[in-house]
């Protein structure tokens, strides 16, 4: 864990601005990732589903699942292309860094996107974003403004409050767990690759924490878009 991020600063003369060349690298795989199986899983539509496209309504479906359990279809449907970009984009982008670590000199580009705070916080302020854009949309400015004083108006300053932790903790949970999965499996490659006695106590730690990886990978995904859809329910939706 000796290498760092290559990182572009001072971009166009900014002292602030800082540019980590990994995250827009990754950003980009996984996009064209998440593009091209949607296209095959689109391509040839049929009756009866095959392959690509089979798996494809397997996700679909199971994100409807998701909407579902958070609010009425009526409102719900709404956020299904919502729902799918989020759990595609994050589970494909959460696998990228189980599969492999990919260092240049001391610079580590290869990784999962996810294991960037600033990109997760970034995932999370957009969703909170859209909850209150969508409130506002759905019910009206006057009924946004009255659920922050009901059941009773001195809980205004908890309800503000809440709606930053929403962000920090929606983002941070997700950084927090692909970047520990992706530490530790580092330190197992490095543990395996050592020598002849390191690979023989690392490799089969290595082959089931992989495992475990991409089951966590699954999970955070799936809590990921579940929260978002809670969240989006409880602008949206009349009751709550």
Known sequence: MDHGAPIIENLFGISWLSVNLSNILMMFITSVIVFVL????????????????????????FVKGIINDTMDWKTGKLFLPLGLTLFTYILVGNMLGVMTNGVVGHDLWWKSPTADPGITLTLSAMVIVLTHFYGIKLRGGKEYVKDYF???????????????SNTLTLGLRLFGNLYAGEVLLALLVG??????????????????????????????????????????????????
């Open 38 to 61: 949607c296209v095959l899983g689109a391509r040839r539509l049929q009756m009866k589903p095959t392959g690509a496209q089979n798996a494809m309504e397997w996700v679909l479906d």
């Open 150 to 164: 009901r059941p009773m108006w001195p809980l205004f300053p908890i309800k503000i409050v809440e709606e930053f």
């Open 191 to 240: 543990l395996t690759t050592s020598s002849w006695l390191g690979f023989l106590g690392g490799a089969i730690p290595f082959l089931a924490w992989q495992g475990f990886s991409i089951f966590i990978g699954g999970i955070q995904a799936f809590i990921f878009t579940m929260l978002t859809m809670v969240y989006m329910s409880h602008k949206v939706s009349e009751e709550h």
